[in-house]
């Protein structure tokens, strides 16, 4: 025998799977690279107040139609959905963190997007795959300034029709609702001009608290003359798919796990099973069971589709909701505009190297307008908001990540018995099944909104 027949043939070696260290293992065990401690940020964001900004994006309007929601599960069924609804959303956030971790090592690089890591991928992946890295960026990018930018229109009209409401409650003006939007455009210039995640978390605080405070005095509605437990449905499947869409759309915030992570002082902080991600979803998620559950415990088949509709407008502590939450939405707008920002600044900002501070607050504040302007031109988005981001969130936070997942491990395996690529499978399925029937109840949307008198 022959030392030629002992080698491994071109084939064998081409299709075997070599087990290796992780990239991680590797470059600190060469001394090679860090990127966490060459990591540069002028003004990193500590854990809690990455935390708090978590808190903030998952906890948004959407928790409102948690109620609804559970109507359209049952009692016990909502329960055991949102639990799951909230890990495949966790989930899915943690897969795109920790592929970011993986590719920092094989790039050299300390930071990246959503974007620039589904570029990574791609590009160090098989060479199948590699020419799809452009239109992998670029949808990406696309995806993610549609919803979040739309978002910001859709926040600017939520805060203005709830001061609407109490104005005309109070002082009896008649105020028309674009009136109301224009009067938005300072101070939400305002907000859009802290300049960085660091100086934005107080504000995530006091959204938080606002926020706090007006599920607080919901809750104080919801607990008063309960009917009993089996005065409801437990289980209801013919509207299931319903409680998903509601749900996913509520909870998903992937456009901000990067941008938060990206800013951390300790971004290893971020995963692991007591880590920021982990915190911030497990007390989110409790919280929107006991709204859903107490929300339709309590109004059962006449729960709307936002429970503040279910609270007597007459009584002050009623309109100390809509004047908390509204307060809340406009803290949030600086979090959600930061997605926007960041990516039209990414693209334009190696241009602009005489005057970058001054050419960054001019672009916010053009942003900040064209998002008025789409508002006052259009104060019926909110539906076709629905739409985009039962389109956007399906796609960018349920496939996108399993899809980079899968090109991250293409060549070390997917696990004893290909578990990564069987539990995938299952997350495509629910992205898929929110993108149909997300979109099928936002075009219903649609249709309702100009089917009633447009707002003047």
């Not at 959905?81 to 971790?101: E, Q, R």
């Not at 090592?105 to 974007?115: N, P, S």
């Not at 936070?397 to 491990?409: D, S």
């Not at 495509?428 to 099944?433: D, F, L, M, Q, S």
Request: one cysteine or more; proline letters at 5%.
């Amino acid at each position: 025998m022959t030392m030629s027949d002992l080698e491994p043939t071109n084939v064998e070696l081409r299709y075997k799977i070599q087990p290796r260290k992780s990239d991680a293992e590797q470059a600190l065990a060469n001394n090679d690279f860090d990127p966490f401690a060459l990591r540069e940020n002028e003004h990193p964001t500590t854990d809690n107040e990455t935390l708090t900004h978590l808190l903030k994006a998952s906890l948004g309007t959407g928790i409102l139609g948690m109620p609804f929601a559970f109507m359209c599960s049952g009692l016990v069924m909502g329960i055991f959905a949102t639990i799951f609804t909230a890990f495949i959303c966790t989930h899915c956030s943690y897969v795109l963190v920790k592929c970011g971790h993986k590719l920092y090592y094989r790039t050299r690089r300390t930071k990246m997007t959503f974007a620039e890591i589904a570029e990574a991928a791609f590009q160090k992946g098989p060479k199948w795959c590699r020419g799809f890295a452009p239109v992998a960026k670029f949808s990406i990018l696309f995806g993610l300034f549609l919803t979040y930018f739309g978002t910001c229109s859709v926040y600017t009209v939520i805060v203005a029709t709830n001061f609407e409401q109490l104005i005309n409650h109070w002082t009896g003006w008649g105020i028309t609702l674009r009136m109301l939007i224009c009067a938005m455009l300072i101070p939400l210039i305002l907000i859009a001009w802290v300049p960085n995640l660091k100086y934005l978390a107080p504000v995530s605080m006091v959204a938080n608290v606002f926020m706090g405070l007006g599920l607080g005095i919901t809750f104080y509605y919801l607990v008063q003359d309960l009917p009993p437990l089996p005065d409801r449905s437990y289980v209801v499947w013919g509207t299931l798919p319903q409680f998903f869409s509601i749900t996913i759309f509520a909870m998903e915030a992937i456009g901000v796990v990067m941008p938060l992570e990206n800013n951390m002082k300790t971004p290893q902080s971020f995963l692991g099973i007591c880590g920021v991600l982990s915190q911030g979803m497990s007390g989110v998620t409790l919280i929107y069971m006991l709204l859903g559950f107490l929300g339709y415990l309590h109004y059962g088949a006449l729960t709307q589709e936002s429970i503040t509709l279910n609270l007597p407008i007459e009584e002050w502590p009623a309109q100390a909701v809509k004047l908390l939450i509204s307060l809340a939405v406009y803290c949030t707008f600086g979090l959600q505009f930061f997605v926007c920002l960041e990516i039209v600044w990414d693209g334009i900002k190696d241009k602009c190297k005489k005057r970058p501070t001054l050419v960054n607050y001019v672009l916010r504040t053009v942003m900040v307008t064209a998002a008025v302007v789409l508002a006052v031109a259009v104060p019926t988005i909110g539906p076709f908001m629905g739409l985009i981001g039962a389109f956007c969130f399906s796609i960018l936070g349920l496939i996108f990540p399993v899809v980079i997942e899968l090109i991250v491990h293409w060549e070390t395996g997917f696990g004893k018995y290909n578990w990564i690529l069987w539990k995938n499978i299952l997350i495509t399925a629910c992205g898929i099944g929110a993108l149909v029937f997300g979109s099928l109840a936002a075009i219903k949307d649609i249709v309702k909104a100009y089917q009633d008198p447009a707002p003047q």
